[in-house]
Protein backbone atom coordinates (compact mmCIF):
# COMPACT_ATOMS: atom_id res chain seq x y z
CA UNK A 1 0.00 0.00 0.00
CA UNK A 2 1.53 3.64 -1.09
CA UNK A 3 -0.03 6.52 -0.20
CA UNK A 4 0.89 9.41 -2.44
CA UNK A 5 0.55 12.77 -0.20
CA UNK A 6 0.50 16.13 -1.59
CA UNK A 7 1.88 19.02 0.11
CA UNK A 8 2.78 22.63 -0.33
CA UNK A 9 5.51 23.99 2.31
CA UNK A 10 3.54 27.20 2.39
CA UNK A 11 0.39 25.88 4.24
CA UNK A 12 0.17 24.74 7.72
CA UNK A 13 -2.10 21.94 7.67
CA UNK A 14 0.37 20.22 5.29
CA UNK A 15 2.55 20.90 8.47
CA UNK A 16 0.28 19.41 10.19
CA UNK A 17 -0.18 16.28 8.01
CA UNK A 18 3.56 16.15 7.46
CA UNK A 19 4.36 15.36 11.31
CA UNK A 20 1.55 12.59 11.48
CA UNK A 21 1.64 10.79 7.65
CA UNK A 22 4.66 8.97 8.12
CA UNK A 23 3.65 7.32 11.72
CA UNK A 24 0.27 6.82 10.23
CA UNK A 25 1.14 4.52 7.25
CA UNK A 26 3.80 2.82 9.85
CA UNK A 27 1.00 1.51 11.71
CA UNK A 28 -1.04 0.43 8.89
CA UNK A 29 2.13 -1.36 6.88
CA UNK A 30 1.73 1.60 4.27
CA UNK A 31 4.60 3.54 2.29
CA UNK A 32 4.22 7.21 2.07
CA UNK A 33 5.22 9.19 -1.30
CA UNK A 34 6.08 12.38 -0.69
CA UNK A 35 5.25 15.06 -3.52
CA UNK A 36 5.72 19.15 -3.05
CA UNK A 37 3.18 21.18 -4.96
CA UNK A 38 2.29 24.87 -5.75
CA UNK A 39 -1.02 25.31 -3.81
CA UNK A 40 -1.61 28.62 -6.29
CA UNK A 41 -1.07 26.01 -8.97
CA UNK A 42 -3.53 23.63 -8.33
CA UNK A 43 -6.22 26.40 -6.84
CA UNK A 44 -6.02 27.25 -10.52
CA UNK A 45 -8.47 24.83 -11.75
CA UNK A 46 -10.96 25.48 -8.73
CA UNK A 47 -10.64 29.36 -9.19
CA UNK A 48 -10.84 28.77 -5.11
CA UNK A 49 -8.38 32.04 -3.86
CA UNK A 50 -5.28 31.64 -1.59
CA UNK A 51 -7.02 31.66 2.16
CA UNK A 52 -4.21 34.21 3.31
CA UNK A 53 -6.06 36.99 0.38
CA UNK A 54 -9.44 36.13 1.77
CA UNK A 55 -9.60 38.58 4.89
CA UNK A 56 -12.59 37.09 6.41
CA UNK A 57 -11.26 33.81 5.65
CA UNK A 58 -8.05 33.71 6.83
CA UNK A 59 -8.77 34.89 9.97
CA UNK A 60 -10.80 32.18 10.58
CA UNK A 61 -8.25 29.67 8.94
CA UNK A 62 -5.50 30.94 11.23
CA UNK A 63 -7.64 30.76 14.30
CA UNK A 64 -8.49 27.18 13.42
CA UNK A 65 -5.01 26.05 12.79
CA UNK A 66 -4.43 27.36 16.33
CA UNK A 67 -7.03 25.71 17.81
CA UNK A 68 -5.89 22.48 16.29
CA UNK A 69 -2.50 22.53 17.15
CA UNK A 70 -3.59 23.17 20.34
CA UNK A 71 -5.87 20.68 20.67
CA UNK A 72 -3.48 18.18 19.38
CA UNK A 73 -0.20 19.91 21.27
CA UNK A 74 1.48 20.09 18.13
CA UNK A 75 4.08 23.21 17.93
CA UNK A 76 2.73 25.67 16.55
CA UNK A 77 4.91 29.17 16.61
CA UNK A 78 5.45 30.41 12.44
CA UNK A 79 7.97 32.24 11.36
CA UNK A 80 7.25 35.64 11.19
CA UNK A 81 7.15 36.25 6.86
CA UNK A 82 4.37 33.06 7.24
CA UNK A 83 1.90 33.43 4.86
CA UNK A 84 3.95 33.27 2.18
CA UNK A 85 4.28 32.00 -1.52
CA UNK A 86 7.41 29.36 -1.38
CA UNK A 87 8.87 27.82 -4.21
CA UNK A 88 12.49 27.16 -2.91
CA UNK A 89 12.00 24.09 -0.01
CA UNK A 90 10.27 22.52 -2.68
CA UNK A 91 13.00 22.31 -5.15
CA UNK A 92 15.15 21.92 -3.20
CA UNK A 93 13.44 18.94 -1.87
CA UNK A 94 13.23 17.29 -4.92
CA UNK A 95 17.13 17.75 -5.77
CA UNK A 96 17.98 15.99 -2.65
CA UNK A 97 15.97 13.28 -3.07
CA UNK A 98 18.04 13.11 -6.71
CA UNK A 99 21.12 13.16 -5.27
CA UNK A 100 20.62 11.43 -1.53
CA UNK A 101 17.56 9.39 -1.96
CA UNK A 102 14.14 9.72 -0.33
CA UNK A 103 15.05 9.16 3.22
CA UNK A 104 17.01 12.05 3.33
CA UNK A 105 14.36 14.11 0.99
CA UNK A 106 11.93 13.51 3.50
CA UNK A 107 14.25 14.20 6.53
CA UNK A 108 14.90 17.40 4.73
CA UNK A 109 11.17 17.98 4.45
CA UNK A 110 10.36 17.68 7.91
CA UNK A 111 13.04 19.81 9.34
CA UNK A 112 12.15 22.57 7.04
CA UNK A 113 8.60 22.71 8.02
CA UNK A 114 9.48 22.46 11.74
CA UNK A 115 12.06 25.11 11.27
CA UNK A 116 9.27 27.32 9.36
CA UNK A 117 6.00 26.43 11.69
CA UNK A 118 7.68 25.69 14.85
CA UNK A 119 10.33 27.36 15.03
CA UNK A 120 9.04 30.73 13.27
CA UNK A 121 12.41 30.19 10.52
CA UNK A 122 11.81 31.64 7.44
CA UNK A 123 12.54 28.85 5.17
CA UNK A 124 12.31 31.44 2.03
CA UNK A 125 15.93 32.37 3.24
CA UNK A 126 18.29 29.91 0.98
CA UNK A 127 20.59 30.88 3.71
CA UNK A 128 18.33 29.03 6.09
CA UNK A 129 17.27 25.87 3.64
CA UNK A 130 21.65 25.94 3.26
CA UNK A 131 22.14 25.24 6.95
CA UNK A 132 19.36 22.45 6.54
CA UNK A 133 21.14 20.55 3.71
CA UNK A 134 25.00 20.87 5.64
CA UNK A 135 22.70 19.39 9.15
CA UNK A 136 22.14 16.23 6.89
CA UNK A 137 25.78 16.12 4.94
CA UNK A 138 24.70 18.02 1.95
CA UNK A 139 27.50 19.49 0.25
CA UNK A 140 26.38 22.81 0.00
CA UNK A 141 27.81 24.30 -2.87
CA UNK A 142 25.93 21.28 -4.85
CA UNK A 143 23.07 21.84 -3.07
CA UNK A 144 23.02 25.92 -3.50
CA UNK A 145 23.45 24.99 -7.51
CA UNK A 146 21.39 22.15 -7.41
CA UNK A 147 18.18 24.53 -6.53
CA UNK A 148 18.90 26.52 -9.64
CA UNK A 149 19.25 23.74 -11.69
CA UNK A 150 16.62 23.85 -14.81
CA UNK A 151 15.97 20.55 -14.54
CA UNK A 152 15.26 20.90 -10.78
CA UNK A 153 12.87 23.57 -11.30
CA UNK A 154 10.88 21.72 -14.44
CA UNK A 155 10.72 18.68 -12.40
CA UNK A 156 8.91 20.92 -9.88
CA UNK A 157 6.46 22.18 -12.64
CA UNK A 158 5.43 18.73 -13.81
CA UNK A 159 4.74 17.47 -10.08
CA UNK A 160 2.09 20.16 -9.88
CA UNK A 161 0.67 18.92 -13.23
CA UNK A 162 1.01 15.32 -12.53
CA UNK A 163 -0.85 16.10 -9.24
CA UNK A 164 -3.48 18.13 -11.37
CA UNK A 165 -3.96 15.16 -13.50
CA UNK A 166 -4.57 13.03 -10.33
CA UNK A 167 -7.09 15.18 -9.36
CA UNK A 168 -5.49 16.87 -6.43
CA UNK A 169 -6.78 20.37 -6.17
CA UNK A 170 -5.95 21.54 -2.76
CA UNK A 171 -3.20 20.67 0.61
CA UNK A 172 -2.85 18.48 2.08
CA UNK A 173 -4.17 16.01 -0.10
CA UNK A 174 -3.79 11.79 0.39
CA UNK A 175 -4.40 9.23 -2.47
CA UNK A 176 -4.58 5.75 -1.27
CA UNK A 177 -5.02 3.33 -3.95
CA UNK A 178 -7.54 5.81 -5.95
CA UNK A 179 -8.98 7.11 -3.17
CA UNK A 180 -8.99 10.66 -2.20
CA UNK A 181 -8.67 12.51 1.00
CA UNK A 182 -8.37 16.20 0.98
CA UNK A 183 -7.32 18.19 4.08
CA UNK A 184 -5.44 17.38 7.52
CA UNK A 185 -8.91 16.85 8.42
CA UNK A 186 -9.24 13.88 6.87
CA UNK A 187 -6.54 12.19 8.21
CA UNK A 188 -8.95 10.40 11.12
CA UNK A 189 -11.31 9.30 7.63
CA UNK A 190 -7.72 8.17 6.28
CA UNK A 191 -6.97 5.68 9.14
CA UNK A 192 -10.27 4.46 9.39
CA UNK A 193 -10.05 3.61 6.13
CA UNK A 194 -6.10 2.33 6.13
CA UNK A 195 -7.59 -0.03 8.99
CA UNK A 196 -10.31 -1.67 6.68
CA UNK A 197 -8.31 -2.38 3.90
CA UNK A 198 -5.76 -4.31 5.94
CA UNK A 199 -8.62 -6.27 6.78
CA UNK A 200 -9.62 -7.23 3.90
CA UNK A 201 -6.23 -7.85 2.57
CA UNK B 1 -24.95 28.72 26.17
CA UNK B 2 -26.17 29.50 22.27
CA UNK B 3 -24.98 28.05 19.03
CA UNK B 4 -25.68 30.09 16.18
CA UNK B 5 -25.98 27.13 13.49
CA UNK B 6 -25.97 28.67 9.52
CA UNK B 7 -26.84 25.98 7.08
CA UNK B 8 -28.26 25.64 3.42
CA UNK B 9 -30.99 23.03 2.29
CA UNK B 10 -28.76 22.62 -0.80
CA UNK B 11 -25.70 21.71 1.09
CA UNK B 12 -25.51 17.95 1.82
CA UNK B 13 -23.03 18.30 4.21
CA UNK B 14 -25.52 20.79 6.04
CA UNK B 15 -27.65 17.94 6.35
CA UNK B 16 -25.16 16.01 8.26
CA UNK B 17 -24.68 18.72 10.50
CA UNK B 18 -28.76 19.52 10.95
CA UNK B 19 -28.97 15.80 12.28
CA UNK B 20 -26.40 16.21 14.70
CA UNK B 21 -26.53 19.81 16.09
CA UNK B 22 -29.50 19.41 18.67
CA UNK B 23 -28.62 16.84 20.35
CA UNK B 24 -24.83 17.89 20.52
CA UNK B 25 -26.52 20.78 22.02
CA UNK B 26 -28.45 19.34 24.35
CA UNK B 27 -25.34 16.77 25.55
CA UNK B 28 -23.73 20.16 26.61
CA UNK B 29 -26.75 22.10 28.03
CA UNK B 30 -26.59 24.34 25.03
CA UNK B 31 -29.58 25.74 22.61
CA UNK B 32 -29.39 25.74 19.03
CA UNK B 33 -30.78 29.09 17.32
CA UNK B 34 -31.14 27.62 13.48
CA UNK B 35 -30.45 30.09 10.22
CA UNK B 36 -30.81 29.16 6.74
CA UNK B 37 -28.51 31.17 4.60
CA UNK B 38 -28.36 30.83 0.72
CA UNK B 39 -24.54 29.74 0.05
CA UNK B 40 -23.83 31.45 -2.95
CA UNK B 41 -25.14 34.56 -1.24
CA UNK B 42 -22.31 34.13 1.12
CA UNK B 43 -19.28 33.05 -0.76
CA UNK B 44 -19.52 36.47 -2.98
CA UNK B 45 -16.66 37.53 -0.24
CA UNK B 46 -14.87 34.67 -0.85
CA UNK B 47 -14.93 34.00 -4.47
CA UNK B 48 -15.44 30.56 -3.84
CA UNK B 49 -17.78 29.10 -6.22
CA UNK B 50 -19.95 26.41 -5.29
CA UNK B 51 -19.00 23.09 -5.91
CA UNK B 52 -20.81 21.37 -8.11
CA UNK B 53 -19.60 23.76 -10.69
CA UNK B 54 -16.08 22.66 -10.21
CA UNK B 55 -16.21 18.85 -11.59
CA UNK B 56 -12.93 17.82 -10.09
CA UNK B 57 -14.08 19.62 -6.51
CA UNK B 58 -17.56 18.25 -6.98
CA UNK B 59 -16.42 14.42 -8.01
CA UNK B 60 -14.38 14.91 -4.73
CA UNK B 61 -17.09 16.22 -2.53
CA UNK B 62 -19.93 13.58 -3.45
CA UNK B 63 -17.36 10.69 -2.66
CA UNK B 64 -16.61 12.67 0.08
CA UNK B 65 -19.93 12.74 1.50
CA UNK B 66 -20.67 9.73 0.70
CA UNK B 67 -17.79 8.27 2.33
CA UNK B 68 -18.97 10.49 5.62
CA UNK B 69 -22.38 9.43 5.31
CA UNK B 70 -21.14 5.37 5.02
CA UNK B 71 -19.23 5.90 8.35
CA UNK B 72 -21.11 7.53 10.13
CA UNK B 73 -24.17 5.36 9.12
CA UNK B 74 -26.01 8.58 8.01
CA UNK B 75 -29.22 7.52 5.53
CA UNK B 76 -27.78 9.42 2.36
CA UNK B 77 -29.95 8.83 -1.03
CA UNK B 78 -30.17 12.60 -1.76
CA UNK B 79 -33.13 13.70 -4.56
CA UNK B 80 -31.89 13.15 -8.51
CA UNK B 81 -32.37 17.15 -8.28
CA UNK B 82 -29.32 17.34 -6.02
CA UNK B 83 -27.55 19.66 -6.31
CA UNK B 84 -29.06 22.66 -7.21
CA UNK B 85 -29.88 25.95 -5.89
CA UNK B 86 -32.78 26.23 -3.08
CA UNK B 87 -34.54 29.52 -2.18
CA UNK B 88 -38.21 28.20 -1.09
CA UNK B 89 -37.38 25.80 1.76
CA UNK B 90 -35.49 28.59 3.36
CA UNK B 91 -38.02 31.53 3.18
CA UNK B 92 -40.91 28.45 3.74
CA UNK B 93 -38.83 27.91 7.45
CA UNK B 94 -38.69 31.78 8.17
CA UNK B 95 -42.61 32.28 7.90
CA UNK B 96 -43.03 29.04 9.89
CA UNK B 97 -41.11 30.46 12.38
CA UNK B 98 -42.73 33.61 12.31
CA UNK B 99 -45.95 31.87 12.72
CA UNK B 100 -45.85 28.79 14.83
CA UNK B 101 -42.78 28.97 16.31
CA UNK B 102 -38.77 28.22 16.58
CA UNK B 103 -39.85 24.47 17.49
CA UNK B 104 -42.25 23.82 14.63
CA UNK B 105 -39.31 25.73 12.42
CA UNK B 106 -36.82 23.69 13.52
CA UNK B 107 -39.09 20.09 12.89
CA UNK B 108 -39.89 21.68 9.38
CA UNK B 109 -35.93 22.35 8.50
CA UNK B 110 -35.41 18.49 9.49
CA UNK B 111 -37.96 17.30 7.50
CA UNK B 112 -37.24 19.06 4.44
CA UNK B 113 -33.38 17.77 4.93
CA UNK B 114 -34.17 13.84 5.70
CA UNK B 115 -36.76 14.55 2.59
CA UNK B 116 -34.25 15.68 0.12
CA UNK B 117 -30.95 14.01 1.51
CA UNK B 118 -32.56 10.58 2.38
CA UNK B 119 -35.94 10.02 0.99
CA UNK B 120 -34.96 11.21 -2.64
CA UNK B 121 -37.82 14.26 -2.98
CA UNK B 122 -37.03 17.58 -4.73
CA UNK B 123 -38.06 19.92 -1.85
CA UNK B 124 -37.57 22.62 -4.50
CA UNK B 125 -41.36 21.54 -5.39
CA UNK B 126 -43.90 23.77 -3.60
CA UNK B 127 -45.86 20.58 -3.44
CA UNK B 128 -43.60 18.60 -1.36
CA UNK B 129 -43.22 21.60 0.50
CA UNK B 130 -46.66 22.11 1.28
CA UNK B 131 -47.18 17.94 2.64
CA UNK B 132 -44.08 18.39 5.01
CA UNK B 133 -46.05 21.77 6.18
CA UNK B 134 -49.44 19.87 6.60
CA UNK B 135 -47.92 17.00 8.38
CA UNK B 136 -47.07 19.34 10.73
CA UNK B 137 -50.49 21.10 11.56
CA UNK B 138 -49.89 23.88 9.56
CA UNK B 139 -52.38 25.68 7.24
CA UNK B 140 -51.69 25.10 3.66
CA UNK B 141 -53.19 28.20 1.66
CA UNK B 142 -51.74 30.37 4.42
CA UNK B 143 -48.22 28.65 3.94
CA UNK B 144 -47.98 28.77 0.16
CA UNK B 145 -49.12 32.47 0.80
CA UNK B 146 -46.30 33.09 3.53
CA UNK B 147 -43.52 31.85 1.13
CA UNK B 148 -44.81 34.41 -1.17
CA UNK B 149 -44.77 37.09 1.27
CA UNK B 150 -42.45 40.09 0.56
CA UNK B 151 -41.63 40.39 4.32
CA UNK B 152 -40.89 36.86 4.62
CA UNK B 153 -38.41 37.49 0.64
CA UNK B 154 -36.00 40.33 2.14
CA UNK B 155 -35.93 38.67 6.16
CA UNK B 156 -34.31 35.71 4.31
CA UNK B 157 -31.94 38.04 2.28
CA UNK B 158 -31.10 39.93 5.72
CA UNK B 159 -30.62 36.73 7.70
CA UNK B 160 -27.70 36.64 4.85
CA UNK B 161 -26.40 40.14 5.36
CA UNK B 162 -26.40 38.97 9.15
CA UNK B 163 -24.61 35.97 8.77
CA UNK B 164 -21.71 37.98 5.72
CA UNK B 165 -21.70 40.64 9.33
CA UNK B 166 -20.90 37.62 11.41
CA UNK B 167 -17.70 36.41 9.60
CA UNK B 168 -19.55 33.21 8.13
CA UNK B 169 -18.39 32.24 4.44
CA UNK B 170 -19.68 29.15 4.46
CA UNK B 171 -22.06 26.22 6.01
CA UNK B 172 -22.06 24.78 7.98
CA UNK B 173 -21.20 27.38 10.33
CA UNK B 174 -21.47 27.00 14.05
CA UNK B 175 -20.42 30.17 16.32
CA UNK B 176 -20.53 28.99 20.28
CA UNK B 177 -19.48 32.35 21.91
CA UNK B 178 -17.55 34.17 19.56
CA UNK B 179 -15.89 30.69 18.38
CA UNK B 180 -16.29 30.03 14.86
CA UNK B 181 -16.68 26.03 13.55
CA UNK B 182 -16.20 26.07 9.65
CA UNK B 183 -17.58 22.31 7.85
CA UNK B 184 -19.47 19.48 9.42
CA UNK B 185 -16.17 18.18 9.70
CA UNK B 186 -15.12 20.82 12.78
CA UNK B 187 -18.01 19.06 14.57
CA UNK B 188 -15.84 17.20 16.62
CA UNK B 189 -13.90 20.45 17.59
CA UNK B 190 -16.89 21.98 18.44
CA UNK B 191 -18.00 19.28 20.88
CA UNK B 192 -14.85 19.49 22.38
CA UNK B 193 -14.91 22.96 23.06
CA UNK B 194 -18.03 23.04 24.34
CA UNK B 195 -16.93 20.02 26.77
CA UNK B 196 -14.52 22.60 27.93
CA UNK B 197 -16.47 25.50 28.08
CA UNK B 198 -18.58 23.43 30.69
CA UNK B 199 -15.49 22.50 33.46
CA UNK B 200 -14.55 26.08 32.79
CA UNK B 201 -18.58 27.60 33.62
Known sequence: ?????????????SYF????IEWLAAAHGAKVRWHPVLLPALTQVTGVLPSPVVPVKWAYVTRDMQRTAQEEAIPFNPSPAFPQMLIAPGRAMLWVRANHGEE?????ARTCFQAYYAD???IADK???????EGLGIDGS?????MEDPAIKSQFKEGNERALAQGVFGVPFVIAEG???????????LERWLAAARKVA
Chains 1, 2 share one sequence.
Open 1 to 13: MVLDFYFDFASGY
Open 17 to 20: AARR
Open 104 to 108: VAVSF
Open 120 to 122: AVD
Open 127 to 133: AVLLGIA
Open 142 to 146: AFLAG
Open 179 to 189: EPFWGYDRFGN
